[in-house]
């Protein structure tokens, strides 16, 4: 699931209930349930962070808003809007964090953007995710609101997710060794006014990119076309600029209640490392994970992990959406290639994530609003993954969206 229009994920078609089914009142009073238990457990934060998190998963399902099929779209057939959505959602996100960051506080809490080291690791594991991202069938957000959503086929792309994120974690020492240049951060370059002109200047080029690619192969920019019946911002499909402000929104929350930008990933390596260690396997013992923060982490539990709530929040946020748009219907038959698509590209997601410092979320859209370059490292290089898996997807059965030409 991923970012593209209603005209190419069919998984968006609107139904139209004629009564408003139990469902979705239940999974309601389940998150305000659990909203509440995290509030007294671990602090009022915590409890917003998950309904940031729902949020978001309502957002994601509701506007299709992902990364995996824009590019995809972009790569096999030159239709650019989900990489224009993409770039509108940046610009925001940006004009938002860098002030923030500049400040360094807000409200009482300490802000710290996601910056991470430039270099070799961050060009493979962005390119190793890149592959992961088509085979599997999403990237990080897209895999845990696709599997809210009903999808099966991505319960096992999450499956596979969690086992390379964690195996990953055992051969950080190696990855440390390759060539890098220190964390470097436009906005601690150049300040928070020109970081940002430098920025929205890098975006507003893609933009213009994508707008001459589409108009090169069609003759003009391909009109989308939302189905207009019953309540759209109940039941969607959103349009993607919708979903751009939700995504902003929910990436400045996080910022201001968690102190850093969202991230899903981290979390899956901590899932991983907890069942890992419950099988006998010495976690601890693991460089990563011998340091006092990630010990802490694998020691405590995961309701006090700022991602991991965030990242249950998404798969209940979009079960809500599916239940209220009537589209959760699971489908159990999923073909042996398809499988084995998902189980080979979770587990490169999950590698590649760790070894990039981050995902599509962490490393792309929350290390490029943060100014970092790392983030502008890994767009590049998780594109051409992207680009070669694309053209691997047909290999395990899979599709790849193509429009015919207007005629003359």
Request: aromatic share 12%; charged share 10%; proline share 5%.
């Amino acid at each position: 699931m991923s970012l593209a229009s209603a005209a190419v994920s069919p998984s968006i078609e609107a139904t139209s209930p004629r009564s408003f089914p139990a469902g979705p009142l239940l999974v309601a009073a389940a998150i305000g349930w659990a909203a509440w238990a995290l509030h007294g457990a671990f602090g009022w934060r915590m409890g917003a962070l998950f309904l940031v998190g729902t949020g978001a998963g309502v957002v994601l399902y509701h506007a299709a808003f992902g990364f995996t099929s824009a590019w995809r779209v972009f790569i096999a057939d030159g239709r650019g809007e989900g990489l224009r959505a993409q770039m509108l959602l940046l610009a925001l996100t940006s004009g938002v964090f860098f002030p923030l960051l500049a400040q360094g506080q807000a409200f009482g809490t300490t802000l710290n953007g996601s910056v991470q080291p430039v270099g070799v690791p961050v060009v493979i594991g962005a390119f190793m995710f890149g592959i992961g991202m088509q085979l599997g069938g999403g990237c990080a957000s897209g895999t845990l609101f696709s599997v809210g959503g009903g999808s099966t086929r991505m319960i096992v792309t999450l499956a596979a997710f969690i086992a390379g994120s964690v195996l990953a974690t055992a051969h950080t020492a190696f990855w440390a060794t390759l060539p890098s240049f220190p964390a470097t951060s436009l906005v601690k370059l150049y300040g928070p006014v020109a970081a940002l002109a430098i920025s929205l200047a890098a975006f507003g080029a893609i933009f213009i990119a994508t707008v001459i690619v589409e108009r090169r192969r069609f003759g003009r920019l391909m009109p989308v076309e939302l189905p207009s019946r019953g309540a759209r911002w109940l039941r969607g499909p959103w349009p993607l600029t919708a979903g751009a402000v939700g995504l902003m929104l929910v990436n400045v929350a996080t910022l201001l209640l968690a102190g850093r930008p969202w991230g899903i990933t981290s979390a899956f390596a901590l899932w991983g490392a907890k069942i890992g260690r419950g099988l006998g396997v010495s976690i601890e013992s693991w460089p990563y994970w011998s340091t006092p923060s990630q010990l802490a982490a694998l020691n405590g539990s995961v309701f006090r992990d700022v991602a991991s709530v965030m990242d249950g929040g998404i798969v209940v946020g979009a079960l809500l959406a599916a239940l209220l748009a009537g589209r959760f219907k699971p489908q159990w038959s999923v073909p042996l290639r398809s499988l084995a698509a998902a189980v080979i590209g979770g587990l490169l997601l999950g590698y590649g994530a760790r070894v990039a410092y981050g995902c599509n979320i962490g490393a792309y859209f929350s290390g490029i609003s943060s100014g970092s370059l790392h983030g502008w490292l890994w767009l590049p290089a998780a594109f051409a993954g992207n680009t070669i898996g694309t053209y691997l997807r047909p290999t395990f059965g899979l599709g790849v969206e193509r429009t015919a030409l207007p005629k003359c």
